[in-house]
């Protein structure tokens, strides 16, 4: 089943995969904008999932002691401070909330960040990262034992008991998601929770989230309502919200698992501009291919002429 | 505490009130506390050993080809020879750098055009079998007594030219496709660099070769050795300086720190491999000297580009600025066609600003 976008551009995974008649794709819409960090995602993950702990840490990053996604963690929630002085935020839209006192940047006798009536002039993003699960998916591509496979639900799942542990699916992912345990030796990653998913139930990350902010359905639903949110916020005056990872025609062709952003993608530790690796692997193949003519055509001339 | 990383993006004069922070030389990106985006490879020494002895390997095959070919059965011989060993090393140190050493036949399992590890290890199992029983065939022959064959060394001393061959027609791909191994990666000056690496990779195993012929040739062997080590040490040579000055950004993690270094030995020890080749040639131990110089720049070259690799991995820099970069030409180039055109109106793209538009 291979056409002209399975290496990159707009596709449909599932059946390029091989799949005939698949059920709809299935992703996650991660919608930052109400995420309150309470990471009862990261926990339903790791008891569902029997994901090993990856350590006591304290970080020292805001509330965040997981640091990033890995082998032991499918769900990572970030944590990002931002000081927005109340005065300046008409730059870039009008405030959301009832407007205040104008923040002059006076060093004061007040807490830090406090302004006079009690509104603060920091910010706190939150948000749960996670597995992609893109359609073009580069840890897919170069898992050279097939323990990576694409489900019928259009996700990308590693299958740990064919799993050698080469790593080249840790080197491949644009992300930083997928990593090898190094207890194990085999790489891990989120599964979009594929055996829920073969019972008919939603991952238990989104069974778990209190705010709705982790949403799991039919993908092309999820974009439909991705959209609806992003112009109701921008129409409340938060004109920052973006989407992340929505778009087919994006570097990955698009993510199973998509997210609503208040900021760039960068400050929540995700690439701007991802591009899957494999897109360039026919020009890749080309180079190599004109580079070994050339390393055969070396040996010729050096011994051209000189039988002796 | 304020976000992460190298500070805030300057915003062009946006917020008031911020003097004191704009003396501050400030990077021009964000990112998250300043930590990595991508993994660092998981891949140890064992694969930048590989990618040394893998060229080694198919380079010496090309060699002891050649030297059959030719009638030079010192590097016919050490050709063989030395292929085995590298054949022998490449296999031991890839295995040992899986997680799980005991699965690697699971290697075996698929063949994946869009897997440069599966398609190379197909190449290896071709080249490996060709190889070994071109040196079997050679180990045959050596241990023949006078001109006496016995029952099984005629048909392995005969079957020495055409394994050898084969070996040989292999031996090109197995010395290139290590370079789309680690160009096929998210790794970012890795990737970046995927129209110099093979180059670089074969011209580096060519030298390697040459420099096993250096040290076996006989003095009537000298001139298509010298030839090889050129060509070879050229290709090496500018594939290097390519990768390290034409990258932008992503040539930083091979001109600094410890890949720096490496890549420095290993330009330093070609050209002295060389000068050694052309000028003291007609030495014995001077020739042996040239070619473990040869030899060693090819291990430092593989290394340099191995860690320079996994530098790029730890910084975000290497990451955001290159897309940023990127995004911002990709916007450049739309405006200057909306533009061109005059069809596309400010408001038609107000509503769908996608997450690039900050």
């Given at each position: 089943m291979v056409s002209r976008n399975s290496l990159s551009g707009p596709l449909d995974p599932t059946p390029d995969a091989g799949y005939v008649d698949p059920p709809a794709r299935k992703g996650f819409f991660t919608d930052t904008s109400v995420c309150i960090g309470c990471k009862a995602c990261e926990v339903a993950c790791k008891e569902w999932n029997e994901v090993p702990s990856d350590g006591l840490n304290l970080l020292g990053l805001s509330f965040d002691n997981t640091g990033s996604l890995g082998a032991d963690s499918w769900r990572h929630v970030a944590f990002i401070e931002q000081s927005r002085p109340v005065g300046a935020q008409s730059f870039e839209g009008p405030p959301t909330g009832p407007s205040g006192t104008s923040f002059l940047g006076m060093p004061g006798t007040a807490l830090p960040g406090a302004s006079q009536d009690g509104r603060t002039d920091l910010r706190w993003l939150m948000a749960s990262d996670v597995c992609k699960h893109c359609t073009h998916a580069a840890c897919l591509?170069?898992?050279?034992?097939?323990?990576?496979?694409?489900?019928?639900?259009?996700t990308v799942v590693v299958q740990e008991d064919i799993c050698n542990g080469c790593g080249y699916c840790v080197s491949a992912c644009p992300y930083g998601v997928i990593d090898r345990r190094e207890t194990d030796g085999r790489a891990w990653k989120c599964t979009l929770c594929y055996d829920r998913l073969k019972g008919d139930a939603e991952p238990a990350c989104a069974k778990a989230c209190p705010t709705d902010s982790i949403q799991f359905g039919d993908l092309d639903e999820l974009r439909e309502r991705a959209d609806r949110r992003v112009a109701a916020l921008q129409g409340a005056g938060v004109t920052e919200a973006r989407l992340y990872g929505h778009d087919e025609s994006d570097g990955v062709g698009g993510d199973g698992a998509f997210f609503l952003l208040l900021d760039e993608p960068e400050v929540y530790g995700l690439p701007p501009d991802p591009v899957v690796t494999t897109k360039d692997l026919p020009d890749m193949w080309r180079h190599a291919g004109l580079a070994a003519l050339a390393m055969a055509a070396g040996v010729v001339a050096a011994f051209a002429g000189a039988r002796r | 505490m304020a976000e992460g990383g190298r500070g805030a993006r300057r915003r062009g004069g946006g917020r008031g009130g911020q003097g004191a922070e704009l003396m501050v030389p400030e990077a021009d990106f964000r990112s998250y506390y300043g930590r990595a985006i991508l993994k660092p490879p998981v891949w140890k020494h064992d694969v930048a050993i590989y990618l040394f002895t893998g060229?080694?390997?198919?380079?010496?095959?090309?060699?002891?080809?050649?030297?059959?070919?030719?009638?030079?059965p010192e590097l016919r011989r050490a050709g063989r020879a030395s292929a085995m060993a590298a054949l022998l090393a490449s296999t031991f140190f890839l295995v040992k750098d899986l997680g799980r050493p005991k699965r690697f036949l699971y290697m075996l399992r698929v063949a994946k055009p869009t897997s440069p590890m599966s398609v190379g290890t197909w190449i290896l199992t071709a080249y490996g079998g060709a190889a070994g029983l071109a040196a079997v065939s050679e180990a045959a022959r050596a241990t023949v007594v006078g001109s006496r064959l016995g029952v099984l060394d005629r048909p392995l001393v005969g079957v020495g030219r055409p394994a050898g061959l084969a070996a040989a027609a292999v031996a090109p791909a197995l010395a290139t496709y290590?370079?789309?191994?680690?160009?096929?990666?998210?790794?970012?000056?890795?990737?970046?660099?995927y129209r110099q690496l093979p180059f670089l990779f074969a011209g580096s195993a060519l030298a390697s070769?040459?420099?096993?012929?250096?040290?076996?040739?006989?003095?009537?062997?000298?001139?298509?050795?010298?030839?090889?080590?050129?060509?070879?040490?050229?290709?090496?040579l500018a594939g290097a300086r390519s990768v390290r000055h034409r990258l932008g950004l992503l040539s930083e993690p091979y001109l600094t720190g410890r890949a720096g270094r490496l890549l420095q030995a290993g330009e330093m020890l070609t050209v002295t491999g060389i000068t050694g080749a052309l000028l003291g040639g007609h030495s014995r131990v001077l020739r042996r000297l040239a070619g473990a110089c040869l030899l060693a720049a090819s291990l430092a070259t593989?290394?340099?580009?191995?860690?320079?690799?996994?530098?790029?991995?730890?910084?975000?820099?290497?990451?955001?600025?290159?897309?940023?970069?990127?995004?911002?030409?990709?916007?450049?180039?739309?405006?200057?066609?909306?533009?061109r055109t005059e069809t596309v109106t400010p408001s038609d793209e107000a509503g769908t600003s996608s997450p690039t538009t900050g």
């Open positions: 591509d170069v898992c050279p034992t097939g323990s990576l496979f694409r489900t019928e639900f259009g | 060229g080694l390997a198919a380079s010496s095959s090309m060699l002891a080809a050649a030297g059959d070919l030719t009638h030079r290590t370079a789309v191994l680690l160009a096929d990666t998210a790794v970012p000056s890795w990737h970046e660099a070769g040459a420099g096993v012929g250096l040290i076996a040739a006989g003095p009537d062997d000298l001139g298509p050795v010298r030839r090889l080590a050129v060509t070879g040490a050229a290709m090496e593989r290394f340099g580009i191995f860690e320079g690799g996994v530098e790029s991995t730890k910084d975000p820099k290497y990451v955001v600025v290159p897309q940023r970069e990127r995004m911002a030409a990709r916007a450049a180039q739309e405006a200057e066609r909306g533009h």
